[in-house]
């Protein structure tokens, strides 16, 4: 009798260490109140519990169930590199942020800040990226793109195909690879973006517009705390400055020209059905919080 009895307790182990291991798994990372260490994420957002901010650190992260991927051509490092990290919809999971968050700001050290929605999210799979190359954080170096530090995270995924869908006035959509990652937030498109949607009928040119803004202005111009503020111009002045022609889009293609100290890139890649839908938009865009 007491063979059989620790013979199916042998038997009910593999079982047992199976439900340990699925619960383990299931209780969402508890963030602390406080920073412990550098290498800390800060995430904020639509937390758990009413809470809107607080810090994972690595040894959290790093238990995480972690995937691993190629990219054949990475835009920061300029070569070839394997990713291990979280993908960030499986880190939302863990989290156990809100479902209705659908967008995932990535804040950078120098006040860029890129984004992802849900279309992008479910395309690319992007990664929070841990180690390159099986290194840790203080083994990356500085971006070849831009000499920046790219520790403490690192985000993107391992391969990028331009969606057709996202080909606007001819000019094909970037792949998102922001470095020297300090926090995510996880938003909804209506709180972040709501704002910035044209109100009424606007324009087929400033609808155009529209996306242009969001996708590739919003990472560097923020608007009441939400986006970038690498380049300390916020979403009001660049409408302020559409009523200039000649200064706005000057300012777009070689800022510089106009603006010495900018930091901001040129886009000249900007065609000029591009420049008028962005004028456009932004000569349209009323700020909804501006005072009456």
Known sequence: MTRKWIHRCQGLLPLLFGLLAAAVQAAPLIPASARTSPLDLQVSGLLPGGRTNGFITRDQLMSLPLTTVTNAQDGA??????????????????????????????ICADGYAAHVDASYLKQFSPLLILEIDGQGPEKWGRSLASGLAMAPFYVNSGSFQARLAEKLAGIDEGPIYPYAVARLDFTTSFRALGPLRLPGEPSASARLGERLAVRDCL??????????????????????????????????????????????????????????????????????????
């Open 77 to 106: 490092l300029k070569r070839s590199a394997i990713y291990r990290g979280v993908p960030l919809t499986e880190l939302g999971s863990a989290l156990a942020v809100d479902p209705k968050s659908d967008v995932i700001f990535m």
């Open 219 to 292: 990472s560097c111009h923020d608007h009441r705390g939400m986006g970038g503020v690498m380049s300390n111009r916020p979403w009001a002045l660049l409408k302020t400055w559409s009523s200039n022609t000649n200064y706005f889009r000057r300012y777009v293609v070689k800022p510089k020209s106009v603006q010495p100290a900018s930091r901001m890139p040129g886009f000249t890649h900007y065609n000029e059905e591009a420049l008028d839908a962005l004028q456009a938009y932004f000569r349209e865009w009323k700020d909804p919080g501006a005072a009456r």
